[in-house]
């Protein structure tokens, strides 16, 4: 490695700590869970999904799917493999 991208592997693994501790509030504003209010889950869930760059509608509708699905494997999109 270079003195350049010595930096990259710390970086990195941050970012995926910090996006892997973000999934238990978006799972639970995007339940309506957290608040009482649905504009203040829909404002604090985009505030939290926003550095994952992952879209509410995008999740709401695999979370969906999955769950459709979750008896069959062939139709789970969490299961499909490459």
């Known amino acids: 490695m270079t003195s350049d991208t010595v930096w990259l592997l710390p970086a990195k693994a941050l970012r995926i700590r910090f996006i892997v501790m973000l999934f238990t509030p978006n799972q639970e504003y995007s339940h309506d869970m957290a608040f009482r209010s649905y504009q203040w889950n829909l404002a604090v869930d985009w505030t939290a999904r926003a550095p994952t ?13 999955h769950y459709w699905h979750a008896q069959f494997p062939s139709h789970d999109p969490k299961l499909v493999t490459p």
């Open 53 to 65: 760059l992952i879209h509410a509608f995008f999740y709401r509708a695999v979370y969906l799917a």
